[in-house]
Nanobody
Framework: QGHLVESGGGLVQAGGSLRLSCAAS????????MGWFRQAPGKEREFVAA????????YYTDSVKGRFTISRSNAENTVYLQMNSLKPEDTAVYFC?????????????????WGQGTQVTVSS
């Protein structure tokens, strides 16, 4: 049984930065692809970024390219999402997810483990 716990969310002004962390426990996720999704009020959960098992391949949704960076430390069983130049439209609950294959997917249904989410609020 695996568990994912996100941290690092909070309130930040537009243009600011936050670094989200996702700590995995209960099993090793070093062979799993990992992803970040977000869900704003009244909207569906959307893909943000993903990273393959080795960390050598990443993918981002267009709206965050050049601003967000996903990374991982398999030694620490942790995935990160560095978010820079934040905008009010980035406001959402951010979820970490793990996919039990080595390469990432782009839809929520492709992921097998989920964290509880962390709130990110960007004020204008």
């Amino acid at each position: 049984q695996g568990h994912l716990v996100e941290s690092g969310g909070g309130l930040v002004q537009a243009g600011g930065s936050l670094r989200l962390s996702c700590a995995a426990s209960g099993r090793t996720f070093s062979n799993y692809a990992m992803g970040w999704f977000r869900q704003a009020p009244g909207k569906e959960r959307e893909f943000v970024a993903a990273i393959n098992w080795s960390g050598r391949s990443t993918y981002y949704t267009d709206s965050v390219k050049g601003r967000f960076t996903i990374s991982r430390s398999n030694a620490e069983n942790t995935v990160y999402l560095q978010m820079n130049s934040l905008k009010p439209e980035d406001t959402a609950v951010y979820f970490c997810a793990a996919r039990s294959v080595t390469n990432y997917g782009f839809t929520a249904s492709e992921y097998d483990y989920w964290g509880q989410g962390t709130q990110v609020t960007v004020s204008s």
